[in-house]
């Protein structure tokens, strides 16, 4: 690769790599997390944060890029200089932050930016003089840039061992609450992994850690190409044979074993966070097929959501509930009056507006979202909904006299009710239903013609999306057991929509990575809870600017998404309207119903 | 695709003769619902007589300067969508950073007591910071965030503006603090100025002042100046436009700077109106603004005035003037029920918006 | 095929019915931990009690929950208690130095929890403190509605003491509604509810008052009090508004309200409402010699950074904190150790949450089982017992005395004061500023019982 130009590029990487120090100094990462420790008392997070802009500089830069129909690659001795050279850079401009606050008169930068303290500063410094600090980030971060540099030159096969085992290592670390807790829920000891001083992993542990993380990566990578060698030596005659048949199945049943087990395994706290997970699944699955499937951007769907909540909470609170109504139902006769109740609201909702088109049918939703949450909070329907002060006395569902209040039981009434979403969610999108669905999606124009009703399907499709919402309501409502109207608020959408952006839209397995990730991680980590909406606005444009089809993409969605909606939509507007609408009637024989 | 609403109407009123008077039956039901009921609150509780004309009066100037600070925001979500056809979701944060930028030099030159020794000079070096702050969120935005989203669906940029609109909230709260701040005004405008016998606090004098003169400007701007026109060239079509010889990537960004001023503006009427600063204070304003938008018919300027000035109306009038009649409990609380509902009305009898159905003010 | 994998599902949900059913009963038996070493030869008998004991090893330090608002907006609400509970740590030697002291030989470690002031803020972190067998107590809630029915009934079932430096709402020790293990030190809303009516009515002879309040449970909570009180006094409400928290423009909400003619209007909000309140009601004409009341949610430095001279004249109830003449010179000490350590407070329940913390650790005193090798053992139910019979404990917002339905109180009274701004003590110019008005108040006086 050109020599100057690889230059210029670790600058450039150098230089960002220096403002997203800065950044994460400046919003309040750095302080937040100085105080929970990865690995011993030296590998804090905080300091790992330092080190991330640095080291993502100097991987960026030498990965391989094509230029000019080639593909370029460096080699890994350059690297080291190259990342190291980012690395520096990075390194001194965050010096250079922190000599602007030491020089200016005291207090000025703090004044403007609360985040920057005299701690602050000594937690960057490393917790030594700031000059010896500053000297010790630059070189770390030189190091750290180095290292990244490295890892991005080096062959596949080693450096995905060496990720594994730094990404598991740190993920132990991060999770030390949940798993220390979990851990001694089984009898196991934890002193030689866990820390009891620091509550990050011991050295040892950190070792041992990151050499079963690599060397598992290894022997699966192995295992993986032989499997495939296997394959190319004799392919399958037919995918979907007869032979594989029962490892689907036991693929099945094995991932429905351990699901089952999970709360048993972890234990009450992290049975709650994945109960948590469950309703946001269940949210997420009915605005999947809304969104992904209908291509209706609904940005008020935690209007169902709260009338999925307050329904059940109205239907089935005990007396002095805070509402003046009382009948006094069991969850589960509740719920389908329920999703009746939230079907006919999606109905009535939908009705009027879903002729409107993305951008407009997007602020109206807004509105009903927005229109829910006023409501619910109203003095004017207090008597019923409880007002301000909300509803309590919400009585947990049983069966046969199980309660499903503690978190373990919960998880599994939502992991059944996932279960039901989600097969249901699947039969759709394979159904006639669902290709009505896609057609319409990809050009709704094109579907009327070829006769496809679109407002019956949208309307189908916001029915649907409804009936499911308000069933994750009525869950959050039992979990809970008592309702405030401060839990409607629109970030409910957003954290619904954010769910299947990061999974992929239309994709169910994108809709359970999309949960586990978003609502899952937060709950383990309490310390990201202050950043969680940072965090969830940073994941949604990088998800639309590097990987629009999202994680686990849904195969037809991504082709979609890949292609030029420029070209398509030039030639649906070029498409005389007269013409269209000739060949519609005529063709068809009239108007599809 | 701004045409998608507009082509609905011809083509299904020629061709879908049979799918029609159900949905136009339940469209004109709702209607006429929502009208009757608002006539029937607004006659009760005109007759139950507890509202004075003045205060009746007061609303309105409370409404008209409300809805000049949305026109304001909701001139810069027109702009962006007229040339780019997509909503600049966080729009609202281009405006709380104008807002944050001039605080800090406010501050200052409070401290200094140069504000209220030169008022003028203070206020205009306020708006030039402000609008250089929410200038600069905004084309980094362009740059960073849409930019590179030109060519794709319709839903990726707006999800991306949505990510945009959280991630600049929280950055703002992590850098600034969540809490909302005092906002230092100068004295010269407190009180209000008696016009046509009507007395109008000095600060609402100037927000609608200000928003006539910006919306009037931009008018000119767009119709008159070369750069206008370039920039309806490019709504037109921006591949026409660039074999035209015309710089497509720099009449987006001239579009962006533009919002950014108006919002920049927006951003100090709000300060010396409402005194406060803070993180979120855009998230509201903006939602509202886009509302204003949508209901005037996004992409017009003489639209997002009327927009705002009718939400600004409807908020401040409307709980009063409709729901006191009813006897409900807490009417403003549910004001933006009112203003919402009147959006979904306006919609489904004119979706393009009040003025968005003829495409001939389209920026 | 279709009907087999229909077949599938259904053998599926049922298997995963009979294992959470399974599973249920395996749990609902137990609850809370059980230790027993280190407790011979003493009355109590950690296998058997109800709830058991938490049991630390030697040298384990004592792990105690909290589960306050430290992110979001309210942050300066919970981060306040969480420095008072600190500073509660670093006096258990008896001075403040910014060294933690000890409890009975073990170091004290707080594991922090974040209630989010939400219903599901307290329902996740009481869930995960209550899952974690080696924490003692929790400190908690900032807000009343992650307790009310969520961190008080998960906390209660597993036999761990939940004591809220802030929580003020009436429901919570309402005895229909107590949970046996929730306590408060922060007074209890009912009684601010009436001194603030009684103000009204008797100091300041209004008959009419309009009332406004911003969604919150606290505000709805004071304004439904301050309508009850207020009208047995035989004043009348002329009208009860509410507002969002996040509106900035109140003109129209004031002149609308102005026309039902109230002599003073009611808010017990936060801020920025109650400042942008006071701004813009000079703006409406026909307010013009109407008196604004907030109540402690309004009355914070920001107020008067806000509304600046547009404050002056609004009145302010709070409680005023009346530490007895043997912790007099403790508060100084307080007071400078806090201004040291963590600047000035961001909230008025710092005070509250110190007492919060020093009221268990009295009791844990009393009932912790000390074992011959340093270990400790604190039996659940005895410690909730313990804490319960609280009398005269010397504590910086006043002398405390725990009722049976957990409100940790003054014995006489609370007292609660009226202030007229911008003479308030939360006011950073005039901290030494004096009530124009204060009434003291037990529970059962408020109530009229």
């Given at each position: 690769m050109d020599g100057t130009a690889l230059t210029r590029r670790a600058v450039r990487a150098g230089l960002m790599g220096g403002v997203g120090i800065l950044y994460v100094a400046l919003v309040g990462m750095i302080q937040a997390f100085s105080g929970t420790s990865l690995i011993g008392d030296v590998a804090t997070l905080a300091r790992l944060l330092i080190l991330l802009p640095p080291f993502i500089a100097g991987y960026v830069v030498v990965r391989p890029r094509v230029q000019g129909g080639e593909s370029m690659t460096v080699a890994p001795a350059r690297a080291l200089t190259v990342g190291a050279v980012s690395g520096l850079i990075a390194g001194g401009l965050t010096a250079v932050g922190i000599a602007l606050v030491e020089i200016l008169p005291e207090d000025t930068v703090r004044n403007i930016f609360v985040a920057v303290t005299t701690q602050l500063i000594k937690i960057i410094a490393f917790d030594r003089s700031t000059v010896q600090g500053v000297a010790i980030l630059i070189v770390l971060a030189a190091a750290s840039g180095a290292l990244g540099g490295f890892l991005g030159a080096i062959q596949t096969r080693i450096r995905r061992p060496i990720a594994v085992g730094i990404i598991v290592v740190l993920l132990l670390g991060m999770l030390q609450d949940v798993f220390r807790v979990a851990l001694i829920q089984l009898g196991v000891p934890t002193a030689w992994l866990y820390s009891?001083?620091?509550g990050g992993l011991t050295y040892l542990g950190g070792v041992v850690v990151f050499a079963v993380g690599a060397a598992a990566t290894i022997v699966w990578a192995d295992r993986l190409r032989q499997a495939r060698a296997q394959d190319e030596e004799e392919p399958a005659p037919d995918s979907r044979g007869v032979g594989q048949r029962p490892t689907q199945m036991l693929i099945a049943v094995g991932i429905f074993v351990v699901l089952a087990l999970l709360p048993v395994l972890l234990g009450t706290f992290l049975s709650s966070v994945l109960g948590r997970v469950g309703l946001f699944l269940l949210m997420g699955l009915g605005l999947n097929i809304v969104v992904g499937y209908a291509g209706l951007l609904d940005l008020g769907y935690v209007a169902f959501f709260a009338v999925g909540a307050y329904t059940t909470g109205v239907l089935t609170a005990a007396p002095n509930s805070g509402s003046s109504i009382h009948v006094g139902l069991g969850f589960f006769e509740a719920a389908p009056i329920v999703i009746l109740i939230a079907v006919i609201t999606g109905v009535i909702i939908g009705g009027p507006v879903l002729r409107l088109r993305g951008d407009y049918l997007a602020i109206v939703t807004l509105g009903f979202g927005e229109i829910a949450r006023v409501l619910v909070t109203s003095d004017w329907l207090k008597p019923f909904l409880g007002g301000a002060q909300g509803l309590i006395g919400i009585p947990a569902p049983s069966i046969f006299g199980f309660s499903f209040r503690d978190p373990q039981p919960f998880y599994y009434l939502a992991l059944a009710f996932c279960a039901v979403a989600g097969f249901i969610s699947w039969r759709l999108a394979t159904s006639r239903v669902g290709r009505a669905w896609t057609a319409m999606r990809e050009d709704e124009q094109v579907a009327e013609a070829m006769g496809v009703s679109t407002v019956k399907y949208k309307l189908l499709a916001f029915a649907c999306g409804a009936g499911i919402g308000s069933l994750s309501g009525a869950l959050f409502a039992v979990q809970i057991g008592s309702l405030a109207p401060s839990s409607f608020s629109i970030l409910i959408s957003i954290q619904a929509l954010a769910i299947i952006i990061l999974g992929g839209m239309g994709s169910i397995p994108g809709v359970i990575v999309g949960g586990l990730v978003l609502i899952g991680l937060p709950g383990f980590l309490s310390e990201f809870q202050e950043f969680q909406l940072l965090i969830y606005g940073a994941v949604l444009v990088t998800i639309m600017l590097l990987r629009p089809q999202g994680l686990v993409p849904n195969v037809r969605r991504m082709r979609e998404l890949r292609e030029d909606e420029e070209a398509q939509d030039q030639w649906a507007k070029d498409l005389d309207a007269d013409t269209a609408r000739a060949f519609s009637a005529e063709s068809l024989g009239g108007p599809p119903a | 695709m701004a045409g998608a609403a507009r082509e609905a109407i011809p083509r299904r009123a020629v061709g879908r003769l049979s799918g029609l008077p159900t949905r136009r039956i339940i469209q004109w039901v709702l209607g006429v619902a929502v009208v009757g009921g608002a006539a029937l609150g607004a006659s009760k509780t005109l007759a139950l007589n507890t509202f004075s004309a003045s205060a009746w009066r007061d609303l309105v100037v409370f409404g008209i300067a409300q809805g000049a600070i949305y026109a304001l925001i909701a001139l810069g979500y027109s702009m962006v969508y007229g040339v780019l056809r997509m909503i600049n979701f966080a729009h609202g944060e281009v405006f709380m950073a104008g807002a944050f930028s001039s605080y800090f030099v406010a501050r200052t030159l409070d401290h200094s007591g140069f504000l209220d020794d030169n008022p003028i000079i203070s206020l205009l070096i306020l708006l030039l910071v402000a609008m250089a702050g929410s200038v600069g969120v905004a084309v980094l935005l362009e740059r960073v965030a849409y930019r590179r989203l030109r060519s794709a669906t319709r839903l990726v940029p707006l999800i991306t503006a949505i990510g945009a609109s959280l991630f600049l909230q929280n950055t703002a709260r992590g850098f600034f603090g969540a809490q909302t701040r005092g906002y230092p005004t100068p004295q010269i405008l407190g009180g209000s100025w008696t016009i046509f016998g009507v007395p109008i606090l000095r600060a609402q004098v100037i927000v609608i002042v200000v928003a006539l003169v910006s919306v009037v400007g931009l008018s000119l701007f767009v119709a008159r100046t070369r750069t206008g026109k370039s920039m309806r060239a490019v709504a037109e079509d921006k591949e026409i436009a660039s074999l035209m010889g015309i710089d497509v990537d720099r009449v987006i960004v001239t579009t962006f700077v533009i919002g950014g001023m108006l919002a920049g503006v927006a951003a100090i009427l709000f300060a010396i109106v409402f005194q406060v600063v803070g993180p979120f204070m855009g998230f509201i304003p903006g939602i509202k603004a886009f509302t204003a938008a949508v209901l005037g018919g996004i992409g017009s300027i003489a639209g997002a005035a009327l927009g705002g000035l009718l939400l600004g109306l409807l908020e401040s009038v409307g709980p009063s003037l409709f729901l006191t009649g009813f006897h409900i409990p807490g009417p403003n609380q549910l004001r933006d029920v009112i203003a919402f509902a009147i959006l979904v009305l306006v919609l489904i009898f004119r979706p393009g918006g009040i003025l968005g159905a003829g495409d001939a003010e389209k920026v | 095929m279709r009907k087999s994998r229909w077949l599938t599902m259904v053998a599926l949900v049922g298997v995963l019915t009979l294992v959470a059913a399974a599973c249920s009963k395996d749990n609902g038996g137990g609850g809370g931990s059980t230790g027993s070493s280190g407790t011979s030869g003493s009355a109590i008998n950690c296998d058997t009690v109800q709830f058991g004991c938490v049991v630390y090893g030697p040298g384990e330090p004592i792990r105690v929950g909290t589960l306050l608002a430290i992110s979001g907006d309210v942050a300066t609400l919970g981060t306040d208690s969480v420095h008072g509970v600190e500073l509660a740590i670093d006096h258990l030697d008896g001075k403040f130095d910014a060294t933690p002291g000890q409890l009975l030989g073990h170091d004290v470690t707080l594991q922090q929890e974040d209630d989010l002031c939400s219903k599901e803020g307290g329902q996740s972190g009481a869930t995960k403190l209550a899952a974690d067998p080696t924490i003692a107590f929790v400190i908690g809630t900032s807000c009343s509605s992650a307790a009310l029915g969520v961190a008080d009934t998960i906390l209660s079932d597993k036999g761990t003491i939940l004591i809220s430096p802030s929580n003020t709402a009436a429901g919570l020790t309402a005895p229909s509604q107590h949970q046996p293990f929730y306590l408060r030190t922060a007074q209890n809303d009912a009684i601010q509810a009436k001194v603030v009516s009684d103000f009204v009515f008797t100091k300041l002879g209004f008959t009419k008052a309009a009332t406004i309040h911003d969604e919150s449970p606290y505000a709805a909570g004071l304004t439904g009090g301050f309508k009850t009180f207020f009208e047995g006094l035989g004043g009348t409400v002329t009208d009860e508004e509410a507002i969002t928290s996040t509106d900035t423009d109140f003109k129209p909400l004031l002149t609308s309200i102005a026309q039902t003619h109230p002599q003073l209007i009611y808010l017990p909000d936060f801020n920025p409402a109650c400042a942008l309140i006071a701004i813009q009601a000079?703006?409406?004409?026909?307010?013009?010699g109407v008196a604004l009341m907030g109540s402690d949610g309004c009355g914070a430095s920001t107020f008067f950074d806000q509304a600046g001279s547009a404050g002056d004249g609004f009145y302010l109830s709070g409680p005023i904190a009346s530490p007895g003449s043997t912790t007099s010179s403790l508060s100084d000490e307080y007071n400078a150790a806090y201004k040291d350590q963590f600047g000035s407070p961001t909230a008025d329940f710092n005070t509250n949450a110190f007492d919060a913390f020093n009221v268990v650790a009295e009791a844990i005193k009393k009932v912790a089982i000390q074992g011959s090798d340093g270990s400790l053992s604190i039996p659940r139910v005895a410690l909730k017992d313990a804490v319960f019979q609280t009398v005269d404990f010397p504590g910086l917002s006043g002398t405390l005395t725990c009722i049976s339905t957990g409100d940790c109180q003054a014995p006489g009274a609370v007292n609660i004061g009226v202030y007229q701004a911008p003479d308030a003590p939360v006011n950073p110019a005039t901290p030494d500023a004096k009530p124009i008005f204060n009434e003291q108040l037990t529970l059962a006086e408020a109530l009229g019982q």
């Open positions: 009891a001083r620091f | - | 000079q703006d409406i004409p026909d307010l013009k």
